[in-house]
C-alpha cells in the first residue's frame, strides 16, 4: 500500500523499505524484516542487538560509552557523575569510586524528576499564575484610582472657578501621563511574567511528553535538563504608589503656585519567595506585599529611643526627622529627631491642654480643645480658631489625603459621634450601625485614622477593640485583639495609624505591644516594646514607627522609633 495515497499502512523494513517489519535493532534503533537481518549485523563497526519486534521497549537501552563509542554503559560511576562501560571499570580511572547499576540511577533520577514536575505543577506555575491575576486586578484598580485622582482636581478646579481652567488641565494631563507610566510599567512586568509562564509551561509540557512516551531511551532522559530552579527565584515585587493632589487655598497672587501639585509615585520591588501553603491566588497576592522586619512576636527591632522628662500627651508625624510631641500642658513642640532638640515651640490659644495633634496634607499643624470645643490651627507660628461647636466637645482628629478632617466627638448627652469636616463645613457624619446600634462607646480614648482603601479606623479604648467602617459610615469589622496577646491581658487599643500597605496599627497599652493587621482587620504580627507601655502613634512614609511611651511607673517617657517595613 502506497504511504503517499493511503492514510493508514504497516510499518516497513527500515532496509528494504517494503517488507513488514517483524525484527528490531535495539542498539541501531531500527527497524528490520527478517530477511534484512543478516545484511545489518554485518556492519561489525557497531555492537548489534536485534530482538523482536514486540520485544523492543522491554530490553533496556543503554547509553554508549563516551570514551569507548562501541561499548554500552550499564554502570554509573557516582563520583564522577557519569555512565561507565566494563572497559571502563578495568581501568584505574574508577578504582575506590562509588559505583551503581545505572537502571537503578535511571530509577531515582526519574523520582527527581517527579517532584520536579509536581512543584512545578503544584507551587511555581499557581503561583506565576497568582502574581500575574493580582497585576491584572491592580491595573483595574489603578483605573478606579486616577479617575477618582482626576475628579478630587476638577472639583477643586470649579472652586478656584475659570481662571484657573489651565491649571487644572495640566495637572490632569500629569495625572494622566503618571497612570500611562505607571501601566506601562505593570504592562512591561506583567509581560515578564507571562514569558514565566510560558517557559515553565513549555518544561512541563516536555517532561510530560517524556514521561507519557515511556521510553526507554536512557540517554534521552539523561539529556534532559529541566531548568527548575531558575524559575525557583521569583521577580521581585512591584509596589505602587498613587499621587495625592494637595489643595491649597486663594491667598494672594500668587495662588498658582498655591493651588496644590501631584506627589510623586516612584516604583519600588521587592523579593518574593513561594508560598506553598496558600492557594494561587492568595499566594500572588501575599507576594505583593511588603515585608515585615520581623515575625510574631519579636523584639529585634531597629529601634532608637528619645527619652523626656515631661509627660507626653500626644505625637505627630510632620516630615524630614520632625514629629511634633504634646506635654501634659498647653505646650506642642517641634522635635528634630536627628538633632535631639526642640526646634518650635506653640502654645495653645485657650491655655488648655489639647486633647489631640495632627498635621494636615498641607503641613499645617491642629489641635483639638475640648474644653472650649475648638478645633485650632497654626499657620506661620500663629494659633487660629478654625472651628467651634456648641453641643459636642471634639476629642481625637486626623486629616485625610483629599485634606478632610475627621474628628471622633463627645456630645453632653454621653454619646460618641465621628464627624468629617472639609474646612468649616460639616461633610458627613456617622454614629450607628445597620441595626441601631451604637458604633463608638462614650469616654476614654478614640483615636481615628482613615486608610488607603479609605476606611476610617477607630482604636476605641473603652470598647477594647478597633472599629472599622467605610467611607459611607457602614461597618466593616471590628477588631478586638489576638490570643494569645504578648503579656497575656485583654486588648487595650489606644493609639491608631495606618501605613502606605493598607496595614492598619495600634498600640495595645497593657500587652507592651503594636497589633499590625491588614486591612480587612487579619492579624499579621505584633511588635513587642519590651517594658515600655505605648499609647500614642504615627509614622512616616519609610518605614518607621514612632510610639509614646511610659514605664508603667510615671519614672520616665520616651518616644521608640521602630523600623518595622524594609
Known amino acids: 500500500m502506497d504511504p503517499n495515497t493511503s492514510s493508514q499502512d504497516v510499518i516497513r523494513c527500515a532496509q528494504c523499505e517494503t517488507a513488514v517489519v517483524q525484527m528490531h535493532c535495539v542498539a541501531c534503533i531500527v527497524n528490520l524484516c527478517k530477511a534484512c537481518v543478516g545484511e545489518h549485523i554485518s556492519d561489525e563497526s557497531k555492537d548489534h542487538k536485534v530482538v523482536k519486534f514486540q520485544s523492543r521497549k522491554t530490553t533496556p537501552l543503554y547509553p554508549r560509552c563516551t570514551f569507548h563509542e562501541t561499548e554500552r554503559c550499564e554502570m554509573y560511576c557516582r563520583h564522577c557523575d557519569i555512565p561507565v562501560c566494563l572497559t571502563c571499570l578495568h581501568s584505574d580511572q ?17 523520582n527527581f524528576m517527579k517532584k520536579e514536575l509536581s512543584e512545578l505543577n503544584e507551587t511555581i506555575y499557581p503561583t506565576y499564575q497568582g502574581i500575574a491575576a493580582h497585576v491584572k486586578i491592580k491595573m483595574s484598580q489603578l483605573e478606579k484610582e486616577y479617575e477618582d485622582i482626576s475628579t478630587v482636581i476638577t472639583n477643586h478646579g470649579i472652586y478656584w472657578h475659570r481662571n484657573i481652567d489651565k491649571i487644572v488641565n495640566k495637572l490632569k494631563t500629569e495625572v494622566n501621563e503618571m497612570k500611562i507610566s505607571q501601566l506601562q510599567t505593570l504592562q512591561q512586568y506583567f509581560d515578564n511574567i507571562y514569558k514565566k509562564i510560558v517557559g515553565i509551561k513549555s518544561e512541563i509540557d516536555s517532561l510530560d511528553t517524556c514521561f507519557a512516551e515511556n521510553t526507554n531511551d536512557i540517554a534521552r532522559f539523561f539529556n534532559l535538563r529541566p531548568k527548575v530552579n531558575q524559575y525557583k527565584e521569583l521577580p521581585q515585587n512591584l509596589v505602587l504608589f498613587i499621587p495625592k493632589f494637595n489643595p491649597k487655598t486663594i491667598q494672594d497672587e500668587k495662588f498658582i503656585h498655591q493651588f496644590g501639585g501631584l506627589s510623586s509615585i516612584p516604583f519600588t520591588t521587592e523579593d518574593a519567595r ?16 511588603k515585608k ?8 529585634q527591632f531597629n529601634t532608637d529611643m528619645f527619652h523626656f522628662e515631661n509627660y507626653l500627651q500626644n505625637i505627630a508625624y510632620l516630615s524630614n526627622e520632625k514629629i511634633w510631641i504634646c506635654v501634659f500642658s498647653n505646650i506642642i513642640e517641634l ?13 495653645t490659644k485657650s491655655g488648655s491642654v489639647p486633647a489631640d495633634i495632627a498635621v494636615t496634607c498641607s503641613g499645617y499643624l491642629i489641635y483639638t480643645d475640648d474644653v472650649y470645643k475648638t478645633v485650632d490651627i497654626v499657620k506661620n507660628e500663629k494659633v487660629v480658631e478654625m472651628i467651634r461647636f456648641k453641643n459636642w466637645k471634639p476629642r481625637n482628629v486626623c486629616s485625610t489625603s483629599f485634606g478632610d478632617l475627621l474628628l471622633t466627638m463627645e456630645s453632653d448627652e454621653k454619646q460618641s459621634k465621628v464627624f468629617r469636616y472639609s474646612g468649616i463645613t460639616e461633610k458627613q457624619s456617622f454614629q450607628f450601625d445597620d441595626k441601631g ?27 477594647k477593640a478597633i472599629v472599622v467602617v467605610n467611607k459611607a459610615g457602614k461597618l466593616r469589622f471590628s477588631y478586638i485583639g489576638h490570643t494569645p496577646a504578648p503579656k497575656n491581658k485583654p486588648f487595650s487599643p489606644r493609639g491608631i495609624t495606618t501605613d502606605i500597605q493598607g496595614h492598619i496599627l495600634t498600640t495595645d497599652y497593657d500587652n507592651k505591644s503594636v497589633h499590625i493587621m491588614d486591612q480587612d482587620g487579619q492579624f499579621l504580627h505584633y511588635i513587642n516594646c519590651g517594658k515600655n507601655y505605648p499609647y500614642g502613634i504615627c509614622k512616616d512614609t519609610v518605614g518607621n514607627l514612632f510610639a509614646l511611651c511610659n514605664d508603667g511607673f510615671c519614672k520616665g517617657y520616651c518616644v521608640m522609633k521602630i523600623k518595622y517595613m524594609w
Open 437 to 463: 446600634n451604637p458604633l463608638y462607646t462614650y469616654g476614654e480614648f478614640k483615636d481615628i485614622c482613615e486608610n488607603r482603601n479609605f476606611d476610617i479606623c477607630v482604636a476605641d479604648s473603652k470598647a
Open 335 to 347: 522635635y528634630d529627631t536627628k538633632r535631639h532638640l526642640y526646634t518650635k515651640t506653640i502654645r
Open 274 to 289: 513561594i508560598q506553598t501553603t496558600q492557594t494561587s491566588t492568595q499566594c500572588g497576592s501575599s507576594l505583593l506585599k
Open 292 to 299: 515585615f522586619g520581623s515575625h510574631l512576636p519579636r523584639k
Open 94 to 110: 574508577h578504582r575506590s569510586h562509588k559505583l551503581s547499576r545505572i537502571q537503578q540511577v535511571l530509577n531515582e533520577k526519574k
